[in-house]
């Protein structure tokens, strides 16, 4: 299998040096898709009965399809949430790769498992959740906040017969991530949005409950408050939705997947003041912890709950004498069984750096932000639309029309030297088309942010 026409050997210092070139790269191209059928055109038929060879194969990576992904870590790619992984971490997903551990059991991954929990151990420790709070590493916030609303809506389903035959309700901001939308949809529960301009206040949501029918309060079980919203970088009021949800008896669930890692951050941690009574957050370390793809996190305030919810039953699971054997099973607390260590690269990472480094670079990301509101300000052609918020910034070009900002993000994005994409702003009753920055790579410079706004002229 190894040889079809490409040394092995040959094959992995080919590999090695494609790695390390694109990892030291300072000068790589923000890439452009093309059509399918172009690609199809250009590497013709890649899976054949006899295999086209290692060496063919990758030469068609390198040639054609390489170049047609968009890198997340450029340092003007400030679309979305873009990423930053360390090499570092790059590296230690190779080793987990090649090391081939099954991500499930203790059992089989103890080495693997032991260093996603010291890495654990440090994010449980930024959110200030009480003793006995623990998480586990999911493939993304989506499977996290999935993971943590089912564990909410089995807790709320066992408190009484009653709710088993119903369909669990739960609040949150129009703020929230698509994801929390769809995973409603996956565990069929209903969602009212409370419709905020900015952040979900305690007085909002008050009302939003009493507004609600008798059936409906009896069928709400959770309350999803947002650490950074995706479009804005806005911190929910986390302490008075905490009280609200206390008084309710509500489970609170808080989806920190991009705002997380500013949980570091001493210049804005206080924004996340009442974090430490979630009973659930979703942190995404491939957004705001420099890991690479995928890595997200679910942390649990009493993680029992979560065991209660996930746990798999398996008659050949409990065998082992070993006692070496007996530990933490990841399986146990998110809805995947067969995983990936995924936080493996992390803790290579974190124990490589140290966390100083770490808090350093989501520091640099919100004072790029920052950097970006003077900029924009000393520039007559553009103006903010609200305040930085953690790392984002929402600006609107003077005079533009929609198609105006997506022409420019088109132009910028051909000629392979930026990708910052438009947004839209809720404003009253209206949606304005205005541009975003999303800064997370500390490799920027303020020069990247006055070339993007100079080529609005
Ligand atoms: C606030 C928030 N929640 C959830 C998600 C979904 O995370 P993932 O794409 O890792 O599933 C995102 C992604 O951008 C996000 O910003």
Redesign the pocket.
């Known amino acids: 299998m190894h040889k079809i026409d490409f040394d092995l050997v040959e094959m992995t210092m080919d590999t090695m040096k494609y790695v390390i070139d694109r990892v030291s790269s300072t000068t790589t191209k923000i890439g452009k898709p093309k059509k399918e059928e172009e690609l199809k055109a250009l590497v013709g038929e890649t899976v054949t009965e006899k295999g086209i060879g290692g060496e063919y194969a990758f030469n068609l990576w390198r040639k054609h399809l390489a170049k047609v992904n968009v890198p997340v870590d450029h340092p003007r790619n400030l679309a979305?949430?873009p990423a930053s992984p360390t090499r570092a971490a790059i590296m230690f997903d190779l080793v987990t790769a090649a090391s081939s551990i099954h991500g499930a059991y203790w059992m089989e991954g103890a080495g693997g498992i032991f260093c996603e929990n010291e890495a654990m151990r440090w994010m449980v420790s930024l959110t200030g959740l009480p003793e006995g709070a623990f998480g586990v590493f999911t493939s993304?916030?989506?499977?996290a906040?999935l993971s943590a609303i089912v564990a909410a809506r089995e807790n709320w389903r066992s408190s009484n017969a009653v709710h088993k035959l119903e369909k669990g309700l739960i609040i949150t901001s129009i703020g929230a991530?698509s994801?929390i939308k769809a995973m409603a949809k996956v565990a069929d529960i209903d969602v009212v949005l409370v419709d905020t301009e900015n952040r979900l206040e305690k007085e909002a949501l008050q009302d939003t409950i009493d507004a609600l029918s008798a059936e409906e309060k009896q069928r709400l079980f959770a309350v999803v408050g947002?650490g950074?919203?995706?479009n804005a970088g806005i911190v929910d009021d986390l302490e008075g939705i905490a009280q609200i949800c206390e008084k309710e008896n509500l489970w609170f669930h808080v989806?920190a997947?991009?705002g997380g890692g500013a949980l570091m951050a001493d210049s804005v941690r206080h924004l996340f003041n009442g974090i430490d009574k979630a009973d659930s957050i979703?942190i995404?370390p491939?957004?705001w912890m420099f890991s690479p793809y995928d890595c997200?996190a679910v942390i649990y305030k009493n993680p029992e709950l979560a065991k209660q919810a996930h746990s798999q039953q398996g008659s050949y699971l409990d065998i082992f004498k070993d006692e070496g054997a007996h530990g933490f099973n990841p399986t146990d607390y998110q809805i995947q069984l067969t995983r990936r260590v995924r936080g493996l690269p992390l803790w290579f990472s974190l124990a490589t750096h140290g966390t100083d480094r770490y808090k350093q670079a989501v520091e640099r990301g919100i004072e790029l932000a920052q950097i970006a509101g003077r900029l924009i300000e000393s520039m007559p052609h553009v103006e903010l639309v609200r305040e930085p918020s953690l790392s984002c910034v929402l600006y609107r070009r003077i005079g533009w029309k929609p198609e105006d900002y997506t022409h420019w993000t088109y132009e910028n994005h051909e000629s392979g030297f930026a990708l910052v994409t438009p947004t839209k702003w809720k404003s009253g009753d209206t949606f304005e088309t205005v541009s975003r920055f999303c800064f997370i790579n500390p490799d920027t410079t303020e020069n990247d942010i006055q070339m993007i706004l100079e080529t609005m002229v």
């Open positions: 979305f949430v993304g916030g989506t499977a906040n991530h994801s947002t950074g919203t995706t989806d997947a991009y979703t995404d491939h957004k997200g």
